[in-house]
């Protein structure tokens, strides 16, 4: 048995007709005829009552009728969902970032990429850097706004905008006052970041950032998430350089700008290759513009 088998029996159901039936699966009768009784055997029960005048159902071809066409019509919806799936129109997509972030791109692009894909699962997940290639090459995650890091030949790479480092002091700390912070103001400052493992990317940037005014950094504090980062420095338990993407909505820290900033390219990431269809529609938002 199989779902023309179904189709057949029906377009008999419907009509009561074994030539009007067969013309509306656009066969003669004889195969048509031949097809409904094939049907009978396969199932063991008598699913019409044929007469020269008239067919009707019997109290098995009722309940076979009903049967037959939810079964259809699921099989219809697995072919569509299976369709729309290939043309990542469906499905789910996975993707992950960091915090940064979620203060900057994130929103925008899940919103502009909702209403593209209504019909695609998006689940988000905020991890930290260092894992995020791991997830990729897992398969834990499809996509990941991260920084740009290292090359992986696995891993293709979307720029998405550059964020510059900017220093966070508590309201209270003499480095609030100035308007332009140079790499000599950081001499003696305790600084929290996070470690090297961690954030590799941005922990050079500050490296560099330091050495760049003779200054060797001194890392008081090395917890792996920005947002505690964050809270230690309004703590006034030292100073931190962060990414600019960091400040909204930080009303009890002060930011101030850093003389020649560095630039952290912040990229999206993917597979090259056995990618879900549903992450070619994100590429094509985010190419669009979204900041």
Do not use: W
Not at 44 to 61: D, I, K, M, N, Y
Not at 75 to 104: I, P, T, W, Y
Not at 279 to 286: A, G, K, T
């Amino acid at each position: 048995m199989d779902t023309r088998q179904m189709r057949y029996f029906v377009a008999l159901a419907e009509t009561l007709h074994f030539g009007h039936a067969a013309a509306r699966m656009n066969m003669t009768q004889p195969p048509f005829s031949r097809q409904i009784a094939n049907l009978e055997r396969d199932l063991g029960v008598r699913l019409v009552e044929r007469s020269s005048r008239q067919v009707s159902l019997t109290p098995a071809g009722e309940r076979f009728l009903s049967d037959a066409r939810a079964v259809l019509a699921r099989f219809e919806d697995a072919c569509r969902d299976a369709r729309l799936v290939a043309e990542g129109k469906a499905g789910a997509l996975h993707l992950g970032f960091m915090m940064h972030a979620a203060q900057s791109v994130v929103p925008a692009l899940v919103r502009r990429y909702s209403a593209a894909r209504p019909d695609v699962r998006l689940s988000l997940t905020e991890i930290t850097p260092m894992e995020i290639e791991s997830a990729l090459l897992t398969g834990v995650l499809d996509a990941a706004i991260t920084f740009s890091g290292r090359d992986l030949p696995q891993i293709a790479v979307e720029p998405v905008f550059t964020d510059r480092l900017c220093l966070a002091v508590a309201a209270g700390h003499p480095l609030a006052a100035r308007d332009l912070i140079v790499p000599g103001d950081l001499a003696g400052q305790p600084l929290i970041a996070a470690p090297a493992h961690i954030a590799p990317a941005l922990r050079n940037a500050i490296q560099d950032y330091c050495v760049s005014g003779g200054i060797e950094p001194v890392y008081r504090f090395e917890p792996q998430l920005q947002h505690t980062i964050l809270r230690l420095v309004a703590a006034d338990l030292g100073v931190a350089l962060v990414p600019e993407s960091l400040r909204p909505g930080m009303t009890d820290l002060v930011f101030r700008p850093l003389q020649a900033a560095p630039g952290l390219p912040v990229v999206l990431k993917t597979l090259r290759t056995g990618q879900n269809p549903a992450v070619q529609p994100l590429l094509d938002v985010l190419r669009a513009g979204i900041l």
